[in-house]
C-alpha cells in the first residue's frame, strides 16, 4: 500500500490513568510486586490479564513475538504452555533468552521481564493438561502449530476424529505439549504519567538479591 493510511494514528491519543508509582510503593521482592499488580489488572481488565508476549529469536538472530497466557507464577518464574515443535519452542531450543511483556492498557502499565525459558518437568506439565476443558485438550492433538496448510477444513477434519478417538476416555497429554518457565533476571515495573513523564522501576537480580533503580523515562 503505497498511498498515505486513512487511519490517523499519529493523533490517537489518551489520557494517563491517574495513578502513580514512587519507590515507597515498590516491594523489595519483584514478585510479591508483580502478584499486586496483576491482582488489580484481574479486577479492572476485561479480557486475559494474564496475556503476555514472548519474544525470542530464530538462527538468524531475528526476533520473533507472540501472545500466550500466563497459567502459573512463583518464585521460580512465569509458565507458559505450547506445541514443543512449534516456533517458539523450537527458538528457544537455540536460545533460551526471551523476554515477556504485560500489557494492561486501562490501569496504564506495563511490566517488561527479560530471563532464561527452561522445559517444566512433565508432572507439572500434566498436572495443568488434565485442568484444561475436553476441547481444549482435544485441540493440542490437532494442530502442528506453525506449520503450513492448505485449508480449516483440515483441521476440523482432525479435530473430529480425534475427538472421535477419545470419547470414551480421558484425553492424553500429548508428548509433543509442555510447558517453559522462565526464570526472570530484570523486571521493570511501567506506569504512564501525563506529559510522558511515566514511572520506571527496574528490579536487577544479582549475587545479593534484587538491585532496584528508577529509569527516566
Not at 502478584?35 to 520473533?64: F, G, H, I, K, Y
Request: aromatic residues 10%; charged residues 30%; hydrophobic residues 35%.
Amino acid at each position: 500500500m503505497n498511498e498515505q493510511s486513512s487511519v490517523d494514528v499519529a493523533n490517537i491519543r489518551r489520557p494517563a490513568s491517574g495513578l502513580t508509582l514512587e519507590r515507597e510503593d515498590l516491594d523489595d521482592d519483584p514478585l510479591r510486586q508483580f502478584e499486586a499488580w496483576l491482582r488489580d489488572a484481574c479486577e479492572s481488565e476485561a479480557l486475559d490479564p494474564n496475556a503476555m508476549s514472548v519474544s525470542t529469536v530464530d538462527d538468524r538472530q531475528r526476533p520473533d513475538c507472540r501472545m500466550v497466557l500466563l497459567k502459573f507464577y512463583d518464585a521460580r518464574g512465569f509458565v507458559f504452555f505450547t506445541n514443543l515443535e512449534s516456533n517458539k519452542a523450537v527458538q528457544i531450543s537455540g536460545n533460551e533468552n526471551v523476554a515477556l511483556l504485560f500489557f494492561w492498557p486501562t490501569l496504564g502499565r506495563q511490566i517488561r521481564i527479560r530471563g532464561s525459558a527452561k522445559r517444566v518437568p512433565n508432572k507439572e506439565t500434566l498436572k495443568y493438561f488434565v485442568t484444561r476443558p475436553r476441547g481444549s485438550q482435544i485441540g493440542t492433538w490437532v494442530s502442528a502449530q506453525s506449520s503450513s496448510i492448505s485449508s480449516r477444513s483440515l483441521l476440523e477434519a482432525k479435530y473430529a476424529e480425534i475427538r472421535k478417538k477419545f470419547a470414551d476416555h480421558e484425553v492424553p497429554l500429548p508428548s509433543f505439549w509442555g510447558g517453559y518457565r522462565v526464570t526472570p533476571m530484570e523486571i521493570e515495573f511501567w506506569q504512564s504519567r501525563t506529559n510522558r513523564l511515566h514511572d520506571r522501576f527496574l528490579y536487577s537480580n544479582n549475587e545479593d538479591g534484587w538491585n532496584i533503580e528508577r529509569l527516566a523515562p
